[in-house]
């Protein structure tokens, strides 16, 4: 069971937390629990240490902001003891929960889980600051922001749970946005490969990296909310899964801009030369699309990077002085959509739907890209709500209850 | 160089104690230093140990409340840093700074310096967390409030420093509580016994054990304000005092209570059967006196409990049973008043001088206790800020410009 920080927020949530687990332990199961710090804790920890050094040794970053769950992790097994529940917490140091020593986002290298097979077998409840790890040279490791659900996935791998329970503040994975769309659904099930364009595409209900460990390692995750005692969504393998869907859900991501150079050489590598210098500054180039001029020797180039690095990419390439162009133009307004199902690897014909849809409602598609389970487009970004709501119409996952 | 809570309690403070730590590099010295959490920060943490669990598991209790020093340490480091001074962090259980298994008043067993000396030797600022250790189960352990001074007389004599500076919210010892006598000097010197009787008695400057531990290993201890730049109060071994005062300070203790028997049989053993119980409860018993009736069959007996105690003694006294007596009496409003001066050795009539100053001023005594270095006396509660004048007055402790 994984409880996020705002499932753990006050001591009143805390004892929320330590009823479910007491409601699993006397269902009978063995339950590890990880636990993020208290909302807004981690937040200020980094403020505090950015303030302290702006060019920060992410040694020390780790070792002041890996607190925020060491409170909660006692805390949690403080209250759970209250309730006649037997508990004790581990830090990452403890487990030993191993890992690189990339300070500020190290890899998981290796778990010990050895006294917590033993506590487990004496039906302790073990409780585990998540978020956190050491390194060989005995320092404190964090893994990244929203790294305890990666935490929770690695832990229930290591110990070959039958399920990872992530515990956030909404019930589940859902068709769409419900916040755009109110007819949107919660999915029963959804597999890995679905969940990640997902969370990757900006549903941010779990951290991508700890999906892509689940897949990897045969983790069957729920998604659910600590607020309600509705059923979530799991995460599970495509064979799990009997009725697939076409469409699984409709995704949108609005920290994408677009960049667009006018009038390139054509010349063999050129697509290095470009995209070279974007690598090496570590600006992550997502969508392309190539026009060529009708005598070959232009080219127009488009492209899509996140928002936050359009003043790095265009920077990069001014100055990488290796491409020759015309002009160079920049759009932020500009949103992904994409359709999400595994259904496509069999189904035909979902690309023409979806470009049909939007031609029907007036929207011009700018850049398209594809995947075997995903067809993304770039558009304006005032079509947004409009685009997910004629999508998630057109691919039937409208609730009945709304329709 | 140890830093409490007031001077760390937000990054403007810690960036103070950066400097001043910067410049004792400066001037060629290796420099370690303890920090104490963010004043308040162990306060609030405690609190929520407590609601969580009010009988609570104390290894819990030590993994949540040494989060704060965790903090501290790390951004202390972060600023030094930024200041261009070399500097990391330790957490107790990466020093490893090893203690006993008894959590939340762990004593320190053996501290590994050998990773601090070859950073020291290297000229890196070694920053440890005070207050916490690792007991030998590998669990996060605390060595009660106030324990970071008791962290850094430990360190300093692990290293084998020149000196421990201690630095707090006053600027340093004085001849007696500044608020109450305004004519209160600052000490250059001051022997460990006499610090320990002050420290005991409740002028709070340093934790009592840590006087002592200094005394043990002889660790030179320095008392100073980490808001001025004036020089502190030394604490040291007798023989560097070369002009020794008679008197070296008035103390005052305001939690004691007095409890009275009036009546008890008296028998052989009696003061055993009294005072056997209230140890077996855990209650300590400071000054002692007792009156034998004219025929020696009877005597009242009175002694000091701390007040927090009264209730607890009082039942234990009760309920024991083996002591027959015809009335059991207390009073809270009662004030422990001790001449303390390793000078007294020497010297005699100090105790004659006291009760002189004493009665002149109308003021009863109604128990009396003395030490080789120290009398004490009870008196009732309202005369304290006229009897700590008239003695500091008497003794010669007032300072020439305020006289």
Redesign the interface.
């Known amino acids: 069971m994984k409880f996020g920080g705002t499932s753990v927020a006050n ?1 009143d949530r ?1 004892r929320i937390v330590a009823r479910r687990v007491k409601n699993e332990v006397a269902a009978g199961h063995s339950v590890a629990v990880v636990v993020s710090a208290m909302a807004g804790t981690t937040d200020q ?1 980094v403020k ?2 950015e ?7 992410a ?3 780790d ?2 902001v ?3 769950e ?2 909660t ?3 949690l ?3 759970l ?2 309730m006649g529940v037997s508990a ?2 581990w ?1 990452g ?2 487990v030993p929960f191993r890992t690189s020593n990339i300070h500020g986002s190290a890899r998981i290298e290796d778990i010990d889980t050895r006294q917590m097979i033993s506590r487990l077998e004496d039906n302790i409840v073990c409780v585990m600051a998540g978020f956190q790890g050491i390194s060989d040279d ?3 490791t964090t893994l990244g922001r929203g790294g305890s659900d990666t935490s929770a996935v690695a832990l229930a791998a290591a110990l070959d749970a039958d399920r990872c329970d992530i515990y956030t503040d909404v019930e589940g994975v859902y068709t769409t946005d419900p916040r755009i769309v109110p007819a949107a659904r919660k999915l029963e099930k959804i597999t890995y490969e679905e969940m990640l364009e997902m969370a990757s595409l900006g549903a941010k209900v779990l951290q991508t990296r700890s999906v892509a460990m689940a897949m990897n390692h045969g983790v069957r995750l729920q998604v659910l909310s600590s607020f309600t005692d509705r059923p979530g969504t799991l995460v599970v393998d495509e064979d799990e899964i009997v009725e697939k869907q076409v469409v699984s859900g409709i995704a949108y991501a609005r920290n994408e801009a677009k960049i667009t150079l006018v009038g390139v050489e054509n010349t063999p590598g050129i697509a290095g030369k470009i995209f070279g210098p974007l690598a090496d500054g570590h600006v992550n180039v997502d969508m392309i699309i190539q026009n060529i001029s009708e005598d070959g020797k232009k080219t127009d180039l488009t492209f899509t990077v996140p928002e936050a690095d359009v003043d790095k990419a265009k920077q990069l390439l001014e100055t990488s002085g290796h491409v020759k162009y015309a002009k160079l133009m920049s759009d932020k307004d500009v949103v992904k959509i994409s359709v999400i199902g595994v259904g496509m690897r069999s189904h035909t014909g979902v690309a023409a739907r979806m470009f049909e849809s939007l031609a029907e409602k007036g929207i011009n598609i700018q850049v398209i890209s594809t995947s075997e389970i995903k067809i993304s487009v770039l558009i304006a970004a005032e079509y947004n709500e409009l685009a997910v709501r004629a999508l998630h119409t057109v691919f039937g996952l409208d609730s009945d209850e709304d329709a």
């Open positions: 001591l805390i920890l505090w240490v303030e302290a050094s702006p060019l920060h040794d040694r020390e970053y070792t002041v890996s607190s925020g060491q409170v992790a006692g805390l097994a403080l209250t003891q209250n004790r917490s830090l140091w403890q005995n320092r404190i």
